[in-house]
Nanobody, 121 residues
Framework: QVQLVESGGGLVQTGGSLRLSCAAS????????MGWYRQAPGNKRELVASISRLKNTNYTESVKGRFTISRDNAKNTVDLQMNALTPEDTAVYYCSARLRVGFGTSYSNYWGQGTQVTVSS
């Protein structure tokens, strides 16, 4: 069994900061890409940021310069530091990980349960 558990969401005023954390646990052989997605009411889930095992990063345009994704390969964790938040960042944020549960198995995508981020104006 694999679990991704997120923490760090909450309510913050415009211009404030939050840090999201996600830890993958369970039967894990190797974690490849990790990332953060978000979904606002009425919108599709969108990629916010991703990071490869070699720590190459990718950001959606709207968060570049404000958000920073990082990971700890030894702990199977991924964080998202969010600065200069605006009401447009309000959404449920989901952690994702592409991983293998054993030698010779294929990669599968796993998701966390989501954490609410609300930015007030």
């Amino acid at each position: 069994q694999v679990q991704l558990v997120e923490s760090g969401g909450g309510l913050v005023q415009t211009g404030g900061s939050l840090r999201l954390s996600c830890a993958a646990s369970g039967t894990i052989y190797r974690v490849d890409d990790m990332g953060w997605y978000r979904q606002a009411p009425g919108n599709k889930r969108e990629l916010v940021a991703s990071i490869s095992r070699l720590k190459n990063t990718n950001y959606t345009e709207s968060v570049k310069g404000r958000f920073t994704i990082s990971r700890d390969n030894a702990k199977n964790t991924v964080d998202l530091q969010m600065n200069a938040l605006t009401p447009e960042d309000t959404a449920v944020y989901y952690c994702s990980a592409r991983l293998r549960v054993g030698f010779g198995t294929s990669y599968s995508n796993y998701w966390g349960q989501g954490t609410q981020v609300t930015v007030s104006s």
